[in-house]
């Protein structure tokens, strides 16, 4: 009797081992299954960057075959002729000259901005774009610089223009460029400087614009001082004018010059610096006539004397 009680204990002991052990074949075919999914999403992702390896060779190629086809092909080489757009002042020869290695060769290998840099270095250029046009064109589009004034070099030297900015531009060949001469800038003095002068110089001529076509010189030295030669219809003028004012002095000044004409025939320079008045100083002014001597009087004459008139000018 307890013999059979011991083998269904151990039967039941079994029975619970196999409920709590698992299942080994069951679990063998459960894993078989991703094993076989796995191994599908494995061969797609090769052939999906298998494709995708293909189509950027294939591109790397169709690539090179474009850039050789575009770089040699003899449909695609630079005229002789260029396009070129605003340069009115600017040398023709020296715009040329920049492309000059480029005529015959495909436009296609043209380097755009090293063009481009090289077309700044022109004293005439402010500003410019270079731009292909298929098949065989290269359109430049250039921007001048605006010249102010004319600069008389010292000694004789060549004469040359001179922008708002301080850039000193060569002479064109054939233009009619209507400023006037500007003293006190030369070639020598840096960019800095020549800038520092002509920022004054530039404020007279906006301020006096009523008589730019009568200013034929201005000397700027002296930033704290302008002085302008002032062409008339009978005489040339020169005005020391400050460093304000330009328009109301020379309003001034030219109300009364028949005035002042008449009185002192001899003056050249007018200082107008005072608002109130106008000075001739004689430092930059010829020494007046002598006056011849006068009759010796008849015995008993008796001598007028003469009215003194004080310089005109006043508000």
């Known amino acids: 009797m307890a013999r059979k009680q011991a083998a269904q204990l151990d039967v039941q002991a079994i029975d619970e081992?196999?409920?709590?052990?698992?299942?080994?074949?069951?679990?063998?075919?459960?894993?078989?299954?991703?094993?076989?999914?796995?191994?599908?999403d494995r061969a797609k992702r090769i052939l999906f960057w298998t494709a995708v390896g293909m189509a950027l060779g294939g591109g790397a190629f169709?690539?090179?075959?474009?850039?050789?086809?575009l770089a040699s092909d003899g449909s695609f080489a630079l005229e002789a002729t260029l396009k070129i757009d605003g340069?009115?002042?600017t040398a023709r020869a020296r715009i040329d000259s920049v492309f000059a290695t480029d005529i015959g060769r495909s436009i296609y290998l043209v380097r755009l901005a090293d063009r481009r840099r090289s077309l700044l270095a022109i004293d005439w250029v402010k500003d410019a774009s270079v731009s292909r046009r298929w098949p065989n064109?290269?359109?430049?589009?250039?921007?001048?610089?605006?010249?102010?004034?004319?600069?008389?070099?010292?000694?004789?030297?060549?004469?040359?223009l001179i922008d708002g900015e301080g850039v000193i531009l060569s002479l064109p060949e054939r233009a009619?460029?209507?400023?006037?001469?500007?003293?006190?800038?030369?070639?020598?003095?840096?960019?800095?400087?020549?800038?520092?002068?002509?920022?004054?110089?530039?404020?007279?001529?906006?301020?006096?614009?009523?008589y730019a076509g009568q200013i034929s010189e201005v000397d700027a030295a002296d930033p704290d001082n302008l002085k302008v030669t002032l062409l008339s219809q009978t005489r040339t003028f020169r005005l020391w004018l400050g460093s304000r004012r330009y328009h109301d002095?020379?309003?001034?000044?030219?109300?009364?010059?028949?005035?002042?004409?008449?009185?002192l025939p001899y003056a050249q320079t007018f200082d107008l610096r005072l608002d109130d008045?106008?000075?001739?100083?004689?430092?930059?002014?010829?020494?007046?006539?002598?006056?011849?001597?006068?009759?010796?009087?008849?015995?008993?004459?008796?001598?007028?004397?003469?009215?003194?008139?004080?310089?005109?000018?006043?508000?």
């Open 176 to 210: 009619e460029i209507r400023v006037p001469v500007l003293m006190g800038v030369t070639r020598e003095q840096p960019l800095a400087v020549r800038k520092a002068r002509i920022a004054p110089f530039l404020d007279l001529m906006q301020d006096a614009r009523d």
């Open 137 to 160: 064109r290269i359109a430049v589009r250039i921007v001048e610089r605006k010249p102010v004034a004319f600069l008389l070099a010292p000694g004789g030297g060549s004469p040359a």
């Open 277 to 315: 008045r106008i000075t001739v100083p004689a430092e930059a002014n010829p020494a007046p006539p002598v006056a011849a001597p006068a009759k010796a009087a008849r015995p008993g004459a008796v001598a007028k004397p003469k009215a003194r008139r004080g310089m005109p000018g006043g508000r």
């Open 62 to 69: 169709l690539y090179y075959r474009a850039d050789q086809f």
């Open 249 to 263: 002095r020379m309003m001034n000044f030219t109300k009364f010059y028949g005035e002042i004409s008449r009185r």
């Open 17 to 40: 081992a196999k409920l709590r052990r698992p299942d080994v074949d069951g679990l063998r075919r459960i894993r078989s299954k991703p094993e076989d999914g796995d191994w599908r």
């Open 87 to 89: 340069a009115a002042h």
